[in-house]
């Protein structure tokens, strides 16, 4: 159950902007964050890239500097006009993850960072077969996420973010093998890094 504390960071964007950097010092700050999933992926300035749940453009403004073909989609109408502001390069579009509205596959890259803990179980499943839905074929996925801390030192710190600022879909991402759901939904060439003692996943997978 979330706290009020949730609800402030989702409120007011100072909150949820320092929330963010000091979740991120565990890998070296924010800006290193930001970049963590995208190391060693070739971007083209002609690739189209679909920020997933872009919330307000905090990785969509990373996402810009190496594409000219990035689209950020948001089901909060808050956010997005909070990413206009902050990465105008970038075209917008609001919908849901698990409904998205194109109806062809078109992007040769999505991208979704801290996001997949916000769903539910079904929920979850249903917009990863829509990120597939989405892909070109050879297309790619990542995402940045948590995981269950190898570390065990880092344990009651994850544990009490989690308390502190997110809900019980949080907790049921840490007992999910998402390796083994993408599997099941037609994902290739999947791999798996952790970093910040385990606490946090980083997953590439690719649409054969």
Same mark, same amino acid.
């Given at each position: 159950?979330?706290?009020?504390?949730?609800?402030?960071?989702?409120?007011?964007?100072?909150?949820?902007?320092?929330?963010?950097?000091l979740?991120?010092?565990?890998?070296?700050g924010?800006?290193?964050?930001r970049?963590?999933?995208?190391?060693?992926?070739?971007?083209?300035?002609?690739?189209?890239?679909?920020?997933?749940?872009?919330?307000?453009?905090?990785?969509?403004?990373?996402?810009?500097k190496?594409?000219?073909?990035?689209?950020?989609?948001?089901?909060s109408?808050?956010?997005?006009?909070?990413?206009?502001?902050?990465?105008?390069?970038?075209?917008?579009?609001?919908g849901?993850?698990?409904?998205?509205?194109?109806?062809?596959?078109?992007?040769?890259?999505?991208?979704t960072?801290?996001?997949?803990?916000?769903?539910?179980?079904?929920?979850?499943?249903?917009?990863? #077969? !829509?990120?597939? *839905?989405? /892909?070109?074929? %050879?297309?790619s996925?990542?995402? &940045?996420?948590?995981?269950?801390?190898?570390?065990?030192i880092?344990?009651?710190?994850?544990?009490?973010?989690?308390?502190?600022f997110?809900?019980?879909?949080?907790?049921?991402l840490?007992?999910?093998?998402?390796?083994?759901?993408?599997?099941?939904i037609?994902? #290739? !060439?999947?791999? *798996?890094? /952790?970093?910040? %003692?385990g606490?946090?996943?980083? &997953?590439?997978?690719?649409?054969?």
């Open positions: 159950m979330a706290t009020i504390l949730r609800d402030w960071s989702y409120r007011y964007q100072w909150l949820y902007d320092g929330v963010s950097r979740a991120a010092l565990t890998v070296g924010e800006a290193r964050f970049q963590l999933a995208l190391d060693g992926i070739p971007i083209a300035p002609e690739t189209k890239v679909l920020d997933l749940c872009c919330g307000s453009g905090q990785t969509t403004q990373v996402l810009v190496r594409s000219q073909a990035v689209t950020g989609l948001d089901a109408p808050r956010s997005l006009q909070r990413a206009k502001q902050n990465v105008p390069e970038a075209t917008y579009v609001e849901w993850a698990e409904a998205m509205p194109f109806t062809e596959p078109q992007f040769d890259l999505v991208h960072s801290v996001a997949l803990h916000e769903m539910k179980p079904d929920q979850l499943r249903q917009i990863l #077969q !829509e990120v597939y *839905r989405v /892909l070109k074929p %050879g297309g996925f990542i995402c &940045i996420d948590f995981h269950q801390p190898t570390n065990p880092l344990i009651p710190g994850l544990y009490l973010f989690l308390v502190l997110e809900t019980e879909t949080a907790w049921q840490l007992k999910t093998d998402l390796v083994n759901l993408l599997q099941e037609g994902f #290739q !060439e999947i791999q *798996r890094t /952790l970093h910040a %003692g606490s946090l996943q980083v &997953i590439h997978a690719q649409k054969e």
